[in-house]
């Protein structure tokens, strides 16, 4: 009789550890942190209930707050909606043990692409750089967010990370621009033949401040067949006057002239613009 009684205790102890061990002890939270870009976009957090010895725990669910529900909103699942631009903290809760996620939320609604679709004639290999504007909710540039580039079809053209696309094949692809998951995209065409002259006209244009202007180039190969609307690389000699981007629209700035450069397979092209 007291040997079962030994027994009966000893299992009970033994019990009563094993209880204790697998108590909670910490909360893995992954992500461990969040930036979401775009209002009204959402992303998951999940929690997994881990016991001392880090062995997660066969049942129980966190209970999710946010410390902003006007930034960022978290439903009873850990799905975190995106509401305003700012910071909040998602902490999630399990009994007595806690862990916390910094969120940031961005305001990006789109990034265009100029130009939206583009003809990369000229022989293999030939670079023409894409200009991006971000834009959040209300239509205003967002200055400093870059975002990365990829093409659908590589075996026809490349993106380099600063937006430069490079001919490979002829074909057709898609370059996009990603920030989260917003995007936007060009349309290249990629024709592979010699270019030898360029034409840029207007060959003389008057702007105005604050007004722009557009050039178009036209390129020509060895049989003097116009190859109109090529992509090609701009520049202008003085950014101060007027800048240039790669869909060839000069944008005034300040009263003076500048010459507006076009290069495409070692072909160039001039023009000037002048602005009152």
């Known amino acids: 009789m007291q040997v079962c009684r030994v027994i009966v205790g000893a299992l009970a102890a033994l019990l009563a550890v094993s209880a204790c061990a697998r108590k909670p002890a910490s909360i893995d ?38 410390s902003n529900p006007s930034v960022a909103e978290v439903e009873p699942g850990g799905r975190v909606l995106a509401k305003k631009a700012g910071k909040a903290t998602v902490t999630a809760t399990f009994e007595d043990v806690t862990a916390q996620v910094p969120v940031e939320v961005v305001d990006v609604q789109m990034i265009e692409i100029a130009p939206p679709a583009l003809s990369l004639i000229g022989p293999a290999g030939v670079s023409v750089p894409l200009s991006y504007t971000v834009r959040d909710s209300k239509q205003k540039p967002v200055l400093d967010i870059a975002p990365s580039w990829s093409s659908t079809n590589e075996k026809v053209a490349t993106v380099s990370p600063d937006g430069k696309v490079t001919s490979v094949a002829p074909g057709t692809t898609n370059i996009v621009a990603r920030i989260g998951d917003v995007q936007g995209a060009s349309e290249v065409l990629v024709g592979i033949r010699p270019i030898t002259r360029l034409e840029l006209r207007p060959a003389t244009a008057l702007g105005r401040v604050n007004e722009s202007q557009r050039f178009q180039v036209t390129a020509y190969g060895p049989d003097a067949v116009a190859i109109p609307d090529v992509a090609a690389i701009y520049k202008s000699s003085d950014p101060s006057v007027a800048t240039v981007d790669s869909a060839g629209v000069a944008s005034c700035h300040k009263a003076g002239a500048a010459t507006i450069r076009v290069e495409l397979a070692g072909a160039t092209a001039e023009a000037t613009l002048l602005v009152n």
């Open 29 to 66: 939270v992954a992500p461990k942190k969040l930036k979401i870009y775009g209002l009204e976009r959402g992303q998951r957090l999940t929690a997994r209930i881990l016991d001392k010895k880090g062995q997660p725990l066969e049942s129980g669910a966190a209970a999710w707050t946010s």
